[in-house]
């Protein structure tokens, strides 16, 4: 936990939250400014700042993410018809919040490929 940060703030309920899904070490909330008409993140319950500062055995936690954005899709009902999944990552990558998040798009077909 870091005192500061806005994502550790709302694990612990001091901002409150649109939560999708809650298990003991990952979750997932409506971003506040969505950028399409389904917008998650989904983000570890471990204030890890960003893919950059990864340790060796966060990788774990990064598959599980992975895992549970597949569960979001099928109980939201837009795994078939397909999602996009960001990471930004530091300065350049436009990250804002320095608590690792992976944000799930879905709900529109995404037009402008980057990759
Ligand atoms: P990034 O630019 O990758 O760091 O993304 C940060 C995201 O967090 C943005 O899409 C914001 O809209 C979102 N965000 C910031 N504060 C909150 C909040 N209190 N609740 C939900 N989403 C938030
Ligand atoms: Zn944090």
Excluded at 50 to 57: F, R
């Amino acid at each position: 936990m870091d005192e500061n940060c806005t994502f550790c703030k709302i694990i612990k309920g001091e901002i409150p939250s649109n939560k999708v899904y809650e298990d003991e070490e990952i979750l997932a909330f409506k971003d506040i400014n969505p950028a399409a008409p389904i917008h998650i993140l989904v983000i570890p319950k471990k204030h890890l700042e960003s893919l950059a500062t990864m340790k060796e055995g966060d990788e774990k936690i990064i598959s599980k993410i992975y895992q549970v954005i597949n569960i979001i899709a099928e109980k939201q009902g837009f795994k078939e018809k397909g999602y996009r999944v960001i990471v930004n990552c530091g300065k350049d990558g436009g990250q804002e919040v320095p608590h690792l998040h992976f944000h799930l798009l879905a709900g529109t077909q995404f037009g402008d490929k980057i990759v």
